[in-house]
């Protein structure tokens, strides 16, 4: 176990390359109730979420979700978020555990005197379970009538699971396919349990955090608080696919036009080991003789049979295929820009 | 669940000592907390090292672990099938050995635990 944002959380149960196989292969079945939930509701609820967020809410309709950051005037992620319309005056912000409270009061102050838009931190109303692996959809479709093959990407749907009520998202964080479950805590147990027996057959296993980050990082998804944070704006970080230029205004949006028309001086890049060894964050990276920047995220990626990481370096020398460096106890292991993601699930 | 023929620290190597040598590893219990070993850093043969020297470090998916030399004294082996194989330590870590040390003070090993006090260290 281990203390996360808050949060006690099982970092592994079975073994982090156990479950991350699993994952890749059949299914896992991770608790991520920790993750936070505001809501904003009212007839000016969508201009208020387009205000504060980066990417463009108003293409929502009822019933998807989206990935998008609530953003400083620097155009710096406060925090990044999944925005779910659930109904047209009415959005779920799915938060980071570390980052609710956070958001909550920036959201609140960013909102006051926005007209009639209510922001409700209702994390404790809501379990999460984190449903994710190609045997999936088999797996959660023997416990609900609702029709999972119509519930594409990035959309979601009420219904039952396992007797128990849900909200049934096709999201998630690994890189496969998979569902998150929202359901009410006192129902998370039963509906943990059904999933666990249903899907057992099928080669599903718990997943602890462990496998969450070695699964995410292989999908290049960003950790905020690692990968990014408030110093580090949408653009360096790779996410200017979801600034949406053209709503109109936000917070941070002019700070990042004006970083897109001078271009950005750093960005963060992944980067594959060819030195024996494994970068963790926080180790530092050089460029030549140089140090340039410090790794954000570096793990042993079970799926490729290598050690990958990301970090941020100069523009400049950020190209794929460069040669860098990183120091590992001493030594400089060489390392090399790769294209992101890392990984990339076969499409069936 | 400790082998009795051999003796530890409180930051969970083994060395098991004949004739002046001692072959090093890491106990079933460093392996349970590190998880999958992905890779083992050894040092060259000729290299000494003080009792409680870092000598190395071993990673596993979702940690890093450095390894201290349970005695003074000359690297004289070095386990390089682990180079390929690293995941021989997870499934036995008392048969696994890492290093070979030729002792230059067979004294240093007083201050070891036993197996009896090694379990209760970490129990």
Redesign the interface.
Known sequence: MTTFGGWEMP??YS????E?RAVRTAAGLFDVSHMGEIEIAGRDALAAVQRITSNDAARLDVGQAQYSALTTPAGTPVDDLLVYRLAPEHFLLVVNAANTRKGRDWITSALEGAGDAVVVDTSRRYALLALQGPRSREILQALTAVELEALRYYTFATGEVAGVRATISRTGYTGEDGFELFVAPQAAEAVWTALLEAGAPAGLRPAGL?AR??LRLEASMRLHGQDMDETTTLLEAGLGWIVAWDKGEFTGREALAAQRAAGVERRLVGFEMLD???A?AGYDVYAGDERVGRVTSG??A?SLGK?IGMAYVPAAAGAVDTGIAVGI?GRRAQARIVRMPFYRRPRS | MYPADRKYTKDHEWIRVADGQGHVGITGYAQEQL??V??V?LPAVGRTFAQGEQFG?V????A?SDLYCPVSGEVVQVNEAL?DRPETINGDPHGTWLIVVKLSDPGELDALLDAGGYGAHVA
Do not use: L
């Open positions: 970092v592994q073994g982090v390359g156990d991350h462990g980050d070695s024996p060894g494994i963790r793990t042993w079970p050690a106890r | 998880g999958d992905v890779y850093e470090a990673e596993s998916v979702k890093v180079a």
